[in-house]
């Protein structure tokens, strides 16, 4: 009796075993993911930035399209500005993807290349 109740319990911790360790691999995933997520918000900030002094300063030195690898992971960056209207206005359009095609981030703004002092009045 004493064997049935022993390979019964060995059963029941292996089974608690494994979801432990089912457990942590979804965590590490998730932490990575997180990770990769965090990474690609930051070189789209950078590119976003990059665009929005571009737009306003009239001097094209911001790379159309990057590639960064890090720590082991491979971004594909894409920045893009396009005037709308009379061409003091202009849309800004960044796409960072990586890992796979469907992990990406697309981010849209628009910035005006008038002056900030113009149309105001001195005192």
């Not at 993911?33 to 306003?56: I, N, P």
């Amino acid at each position: 009796m004493a064997l049935i109740e022993a390979l019964i319990a060995s059963a029941v911790l292996g089974i608690g075993l494994v979801g432990a360790t089912q457990l942590t691999l979804k965590t590490l995933n998730t932490a990575s993911e997180s990770r990769q997520h965090t990474v690609a918000q930051h070189l789209a900030q950078e590119a976003m930035d990059c665009l929005h002094a571009q737009a306003r300063t009239g001097i094209t030195w911001c790379p159309p399209q990057t590639s960064v690898q890090v720590q082991g992971v491979r971004y594909q960056r894409e920045a893009r500005s396009t005037p709308r209207g009379d061409g003091t206005l202009h849309d800004l359009h960044v796409r960072v993807q990586w890992a796979a095609a469907d992990n990406f981030i697309d981010w849209h703004s628009s910035v005006s290349a008038v002056p900030g002092w113009l149309g105001v009045s001195s005192p």
